[in-house]
């Protein structure tokens, strides 16, 4: 999925990369909502703390249909950027928390695990999490502009 994003200070373009699945394995879907994430101009406040933040998560659900019900899939979500810079800033100026751990990580261009679990059919173990995103700012060394990023949120599957 690919959605576009026009926004005042940091802006994302997101594209949800799905595996390949065998029907007699049953399969395995990454859902993402919320998109586009959409970091608001910042506020005096924003440049005191030296970011801004997206209020709005990016929600992400992991579901499996069919197959039999005992066969257990690890599903692993990551992040990364197709772009190697944030507009003019370093990409890792734009930054993503899983907001459960609100740990902050900042964005590259390699797969970044985000979270991972196993699932099975029968099991009740389809998944939901969201992401939030900040940008990095500060008084001198951000200037005032529209800053994009191409994000890509993947989901490997490992079946047995």
Do not use: K
């Not at 586009?36 to 506020?43: E, F, N, R, S």
């Not at 499996?64 to 197709?82: D, K």
């Not at 944030?86 to 261009?109: E, S, V, Y």
């Amino acid at each position: 999925m690919r959605r576009s994003v026009t926004l005042g200070l940091c802006g994302v373009l997101l594209a949800a990369m799905l595996p390949s699945h065998s029907a007699a394995q049953g399969s395995v879907v990454l859902t993402v909502t919320g998109s586009p994430v959409t970091i608001p101009a910042p506020a005096i406040a924003d440049y005191n703390n030296g970011f801004v933040v997206d209020a709005t998560p990016l929600a992400y659900n992991v579901n499996i249909a069919g197959g039999p019900p005992s066969n257990t899939h690890l599903t692993v979500v990551s992040i990364r950027s197709a772009s190697a810079t944030f507009g003019t800033l370093a990409l890792n100026n734009l930054q993503w928390a899983r907001t459960d751990i609100g740990t902050w990580n900042g964005l590259t261009t390699s797969d970044a695990p985000v979270e991972s679990r196993d699932i099975s059919r029968n099991s009740g173990n389809n998944w939901t999490n969201s992401l939030q995103f900040r940008c990095l700012i500060s008084w001198t060394g951000v200037p005032p502009a529209t800053y994009s990023a191409n994000l890509i949120v993947t989901l490997t599957v490992t079946s047995p």
